[in-house]
Antibody, heavy 123, light 108 residues
Framework: EVQLVESGGGLVQPGGSLRLSCAAS????????MNWVRQAPGKGLEWVSY????????YFADSVKGRFTISRDNAKNSLWLHMKSLRDEDTAVYFC????????????????WGPGTPVTVSS | EIVLTQSPGTLSLSPGEGATLSCRAS???????LAWYQQKPGQAPRLLIY???SRATGIPDRFSGSGSGTDFTLTISRLEPEDFAVYYC?????????FGQGTKVDIK
C-alpha cells in the first residue's frame, strides 16, 4: 500500500525557517518524481515544488522561489522541503504528492497524497 | 501562468441527481493535460480524472471528464452520498502547474 506521511510542521515566526519531511513507502520511491502542494486555511490548492526521481530537475512556484528548496534521499525514501524567510502567506497545510507518471498516468498529475502537515507563520 | 476558473462556486443538489462542473482556462491547455480531484473536509485530495477524460484506477464510472483547449467539464451522472465534496481542476500542460479555485457540491 502506498503511503506518504508528512511531518515537521508547526508554528514559526515570520522570517523563520522550517524543514518539512515526507516519508514514502509501498512503492519504488527512487523511480518517482515528487511534489509539494499547499492549501491555505479555507482556500484552494497551490502547487509549490517538483523534484524528479534523480533530483536532476527541480521547479518552484514563483511565490516561493529563492526561499524554499526541495531535496530527496532515495536510499531513505524521504523527501524534504526546506523553507526559509517564512511569511504570513506561507501559512497552509503542506502535502507531499506523488507524480502520476509513476502509475502510467500523465506526468504532472498527482496520484497519491499524504495527509498533510500544517505550518503556521505568526508572531 | 494559466488561470483556471471553475463554475459554479457551489452546486446544491440531491442524491441521485446529476452534476456538471466547469473549468475554464485563460489559455489553451496543452494536449488536454488537465486533471480533476475530489477533496473532503480534513482529507487530502484524490485524483479522479487525468488527461481530461481518463479515470484513475478505482474511480467509479459515474465520474466522467470531457473537453479540450480552454473548456473542460467534470460530470457526475448520479450523485451518491459520498460524492458531496469540493472538486478542483488542475492543468499540468505548462509551468507553473495551477489549480482552479474549486466547486463545492453540497446536499440540497
Amino acid at each position: 500500500e502506498v503511503q506518504l506521511v508528512e511531518s515537521g510542521g508547526g508554528l514559526v515566526q515570520p522570517g523563520g525557517s522550517l524543514r518539512l519531511s515526507c516519508a514514502a513507502s509501498g512503492f519504488t520511491f527512487s523511480s518517482s518524481s515528487m511534489n509539494w502542494v499547499r492549501q491555505a486555511p479555507g482556500k484552494g490548492l497551490e502547487w509549490v515544488s517538483y523534484i524528479s526521481s534523480s533530483s536532476v530537475t527541480i521547479y518552484f512556484a514563483d511565490s516561493v522561489k529563492g526561499r524554499f528548496t526541495i531535496s530527496r534521499d532515495n536510499a531513505k525514501n524521504s523527501l524534504w522541503l526546506h523553507m526559509k524567510s517564512l511569511r504570513d502567506e506561507d501559512t497552509a497545510v503542506y502535502f507531499c504528492a506523488r507524480d502520476g507518471g509513476y502509475s502510467g498516468y500523465d506526468y504532472g498529475s498527482f496520484d497519491y497524497w499524504g495527509p498533510g502537515t500544517p505550518v503556521t507563520v505568526s508572531s | 501562468e494559466i488561470v483556471l476558473t471553475q463554475s459554479p462556486g457551489t452546486l446544491s443538489l440531491s442524491p441521485g441527481e446529476g452534476a456538471t462542473l466547469s473549468c475554464r482556462a485563460s489559455q489553451s491547455v496543452s494536449s488536454r493535460r488537465l486533471a480533476w480531484y475530489q477533496q473532503k473536509p480534513g482529507q487530502a485530495p484524490r485524483l479522479l480524472i487525468y488527461a481530461a477524460s481518463s479515470r484513475a484506477t478505482g474511480i467509479p464510472d459515474r465520474f466522467s471528464g470531457s473537453g479540450s483547449g480552454t473548456d473542460f467539464t467534470l460530470t457526475i451522472s448520479r450523485l451518491e452520498p459520498e460524492d458531496f465534496a469540493v472538486y478542483y481542476c488542475q492543468q499540468y500542460g505548462s509551468s507553473p502547474w495551477t489549480f482552479g479555485q474549486g466547486t463545492k457540491v453540497d446536499i440540497k
